[in-house]
Nanobody, 117 residues
Framework: HLVESGGGLVEPGGSLILSCAVS????????MGWYRQAPGKSREFVGF???????TYGDSVKGRFTISRDNAKSTAYLQMNSLRLEDTAGYYC?????????????WGQGVQVTVSS
């Protein structure tokens, strides 16, 4: 249901943008968010954005990452600037979707972001 794209290898201080698109039809999309997980570490909250477009960010990314969404395209974006070595992780999109009156959480397949010189 969620298809992520973007990611890759970037040098410290660089930028990347991730996309998360919802596929399917006859659904109502609520909040969309991002989490990340580095090897050997627990999953970390990155941020989320409400259906009305209000974002909330985790402390480690505030001021560097920006979440936006295009409701017409059922797509959320994670703009990552000033990337640091410690931002290296698998990034996972999450969305609350109502399909046919049933609200559930859905997860993307994850994309790898590697920050390295």
């Amino acid at each position: 249901h969620l298809v992520e794209s973007g990611g890759g290898l970037v040098e410290p201080g660089g930028s990347l943008i991730l996309s998360c698109a919802v596929s399917g039809s006859n659904f109502r999309l609520h909040a969309m968010g991002w989490y990340r997980q580095a090897p050997g570490k627990s999953r970390e909250f990155v941020g989320f954005i409400t259906s009305g477009g209000s974002p909330t960010y985790g402390d480690s990314v505030k001021g560097r990452f920006t979440i936006s969404r295009d409701n017409a395209k059922s797509t959320a974006y994670l703009q990552m600037n000033s990337l640091r070595l410690e931002d290296t992780a698998g990034y996972y999109c999450n969305a609350e979707i109502n399909y046919g009156g049933v609200l559930n959480d859905y997860w993307g397949q994850g994309v790898q972001v590697t920050v390295s010189s």
